[in-house]
């Protein structure tokens, strides 16, 4: 064990004081977040010379007095801007019917239908129809719709307050609330949904996709480590030196782990900076801690699962063409990200289940379930079960196809060559 931690030390250390290494660690974020800034710069100054956006409203509780519609957007304008120049064009237009807005929200004639309730003064509740799914941040119009309900309820109060005393102080109650807003979204065939309860499932979506990105990438990028580890290694006779000193296991193992600890810290950087982003603008997740651990194991069991196959596969690169090998493989680990959408519709359906007991996609397969549904314990147990018996066997032959190939040089390894070493193991 402790050669094993030596040789892990040495190959996480060299990797990442590698200029390379260092240049994809800190240098892509760098130009990620300036590729962001500079979409979100030429974003704004797009919307600010789009066309004008119209804010349709439905008043069922005839709250709005529509003639201080000018000055509600002047004032709106220069809270969001510095200079009223650089105010947004909005005009609000007034529906009487709910199927007339709709019809014009989805030809894209309006940015967004504000519905006022028949008892918004007492409940303060409006129905939000969108185009797009709610993700967090402002709607294009909804700041000016705002102002003018804020306006519309201070001249309300205003009226009542020398009639009736009783109504002015719900009013002024509701003028000094927040808007309770409703989101809903409108598809292309015409039905609506709502917009939240579609969010919440993709909250939910997003934590098993992060860490199936983490799986993958943290796969292949030790993969492609262990290739050029192994190569410079041989072509510097190193590795005879270091198997004279370790068994093939030993430094399989250390390789394995140490090389995939660069890996993981590379993709575990990428993958916080892109969920930073998505909480910057108004996203956020929802898993339970019971599910992210469970999905945890599942992540390092399937790395060490994939990182026992491309390690061999790894250290045939200059021996035969890797890619008979790694690509039907690669293609394999993807098959439940191109099947996602069957698995979401039935996390606990025939497929879903299929892919969880065979090994090579129970890993990313389980990190779907696993948020989607009450996964049931039989299956749980018995992925884990072969996975584990998987990744034995994997390390193991791997072993033995490190410790032949990673010594020939100058000669192209055959699949007949590979099967008779399994053979052999």
């Given at each position: 064990?402790?050669?094993i931690?030596?040789i892990t030390r040495?190959?996480?250390?060299?990797?990442?004081?590698?200029?390379?290494?260092?240049f994809?660690l800190v240098?892509?974020?760098i130009?990620m977040?300036?590729?962001?800034?500079v979409v979100?710069y030429l974003?704004?100054h797009?919307?600010a010379?789009?066309?004008?956006a119209?804010?349709?409203?439905i008043d069922q509780a005839g709250?709005?007095d529509?003639?201080?519609?000018e000055?509600?957007?002047a004032?709106?304008?220069?809270?969001?801007s510095?200079?009223?120049?650089?105010?947004r064009?909005?005009a609000i237009?007034?529906?009487s019917q709910?199927v007339?807005g709709?019809?014009?929200?989805?030809?894209?004639?309006?940015?967004v239908?504000?519905?006022i309730e028949?008892?918004f003064?007492r409940?303060?509740q409006v129905?939000?129809?969108?185009?797009n799914i709610?993700?967090?941040?402002?709607?294009?119009?909804?700041?000016e719709?705002?102002?003018?309900?804020?306006?519309s309820?201070l001249?309300r109060f205003?009226?009542?307050?020398?009639v009736?005393?009783?109504?002015a102080a719900a009013t002024?109650?509701?003028?000094?609330a927040p808007?309770?807003?409703s989101?809903i979204?409108?598809?292309n065939d015409?039905?609506?949904?709502a917009?939240e309860s579609?969010?919440?499932?993709?909250r939910?979506?997003m934590?098993?996709y992060?860490?199936t990105?983490?799986l993958?990438i943290?796969?292949?990028?030790s993969?492609s480590?262990m290739l050029?580890?192994?190569s410079?290694?041989k072509?510097?006779?190193?590795?005879?030196i270091?198997?004279s000193a370790?068994?093939p296991?030993?430094?399989?193992?250390?390789?394995i782990?140490?090389?995939?600890?660069a890996?993981?810290l590379?993709?575990?950087t990428?993958i916080?900076l892109?969920g930073?982003?998505?909480?910057?603008?108004?996203g956020?997740?929802?898993?339970?801690?019971g599910g992210m651990v469970l999905?945890l194991?599942?992540?390092?069991?399937?790395?060490?699962?994939y990182?026992?196959?491309?390690?061999?596969i790894?250290?045939?690169?200059?021996?035969m063409?890797k890619?008979?090998?790694?690509?039907?493989?690669?293609?394999?680990?993807?098959l439940?990200?191109?099947?996602e959408?069957?698995?979401?519709?039935e996390?606990?359906?025939?497929?879903?289940r299929?892919l969880?007991?065979?090994?090579?996609?129970?890993?990313?397969?389980?990190?779907?379930?696993?948020?989607m549904a009450?996964?049931?314990?039989l299956d749980?147990?018995?992925?884990l079960?072969?996975l584990?018996v998987?990744?034995?066997?994997?390390?193991?032959?791997?072993?033995?196809?490190f410790?032949?190939?990673?010594?020939?040089?100058?000669k192209r390894?055959t699949?007949t060559?590979i099967?008779r070493?399994l053979?052999e193991?």
């Amino acid at each position: 064990m402790k050669k094993i931690i030596i040789i892990t030390r040495r190959e996480f250390l060299m990797m990442i004081t590698r200029k390379a290494y260092i240049f994809s660690l800190v240098g892509i974020p760098i130009l990620m977040l300036a590729f962001a800034i500079v979409v979100k710069y030429l974003k704004s100054h797009s919307e600010a010379s789009r066309h004008q956006a119209s804010v349709g409203v439905i008043d069922q509780a005839g709250v709005i007095d529509f003639n201080l519609a000018e000055s509600a957007l002047a004032q709106a304008g220069s809270e969001m801007s510095d200079e009223p120049s650089q105010s947004r064009r909005v005009a609000i237009r007034s529906y009487s019917q709910l199927v007339t807005g709709l019809r014009d929200l989805q030809e894209g004639n309006l940015s967004v239908l504000c519905a006022i309730e028949t008892d918004f003064i007492r409940s303060g509740q409006v129905k939000l129809y969108t185009r797009n799914i709610w993700v967090g941040g402002t709607q294009q119009g909804l700041a000016e719709f705002r102002a003018l309900m804020r306006a519309s309820l201070l001249q309300r109060f205003l009226h009542e307050k020398r009639v009736d005393d009783k109504g002015a102080a719900a009013t002024a109650q509701r003028a000094l609330a927040p808007i309770k807003l409703s989101k809903i979204t409108i598809n292309n065939d015409g039905t609506t949904v709502a917009a939240e309860s579609r969010w919440k499932k993709i909250r939910r979506y997003m934590a098993p996709y992060g860490l199936t990105l983490l799986l993958i990438i943290t796969a292949a990028m030790s993969s492609s480590y262990m290739l050029k580890s192994t190569s410079e290694e041989k072509e510097n006779r190193v590795i005879e030196i270091m198997l004279s000193a370790v068994r093939p296991e030993q430094l399989l193992w250390g390789k394995i782990l140490g090389l995939g600890g660069a890996a993981l810290l590379q993709g575990a950087t990428y993958i916080v900076l892109i969920g930073i982003t998505v909480l910057y603008y108004g996203g956020s997740l929802e898993f339970t801690l019971g599910g992210m651990v469970l999905s945890l194991v599942y992540c390092l069991i399937g790395y060490l699962l994939y990182a026992g196959l491309l390690a061999a596969i790894g250290v045939l690169g200059d021996n035969m063409d890797k890619s008979q090998l790694s690509h039907p493989l690669i293609v394999i680990m993807l098959l439940p990200m191109i099947l996602e959408f069957m698995l979401l519709d039935e996390p606990n359906g025939a497929l879903a289940r299929a892919l969880t007991y065979f090994p090579l996609t129970a890993p990313v397969t389980m990190i779907y379930r696993l948020p989607m549904a009450q996964v049931p314990a039989l299956d749980v147990i018995i992925s884990l079960g072969l996975l584990l018996v998987s990744v034995y066997l994997a390390v193991r032959c791997a072993t033995k196809i490190f410790r032949t190939a990673a010594l020939m040089y100058g000669k192209r390894v055959t699949m007949t060559e590979i099967a008779r070493w399994l053979r052999e193991a």
